[in-house]
């Protein structure tokens, strides 16, 4: 739940790096919220329920592509790489695979890599 406020904390930025456990959580945080909406609107069949799912869908967009994004910037490639997810079959496989691929060692052109530990504050 954590990794999914820390998302959420940056709404909409789309500069720097994302480890693959803050995008994974922030995925399968989405996903149960999602499920769970869908199955109480389709049981209820509550024009509210569903109305809430589309809200809900509304708001996590700008965070899920901004995420995304910077999953992207930590394999040391562009965010418009989304854009690629639209080309049918082969668009969504290469996101898929880019998602789980490992963070670039070190730092890149995005900024420094989120797995290393911040230097010890020696005051």
Do not use: C
Request: glycine share 10%; hydrophobic share 50%.
């Amino acid at each position: 739940m954590s990794w999914f406020i820390e998302a959420l904390k940056k709404y909409a930025v789309f500069s720097g790096r994302s480890r693959r456990k803050e995008y994974w959580n922030f995925a399968l945080f989405v996903g149960i919220v999602y499920v769970v909406l869908m199955v109480l609107a389709l049981a209820t069949k509550t024009a509210a329920l569903f109305a809430l799912v589309g809200i809900f869908y509304l708001g996590i967009l700008i965070p899920s592509l901004a995420v995304g994004v910077r999953r992207l910037h930590d394999t040391g490639r562009s965010g418009w790489w989304l854009l690629f997810g639209i080309v049918p079959i082969v668009g969504p496989i290469t996101l898929l695979v880019f998602a789980v691929s490992d963070s670039q060692p070190g730092p890149n052109q995005y900024g420094p890599n989120p797995k290393e530990a911040a230097p010890a504050y020696a005051g």
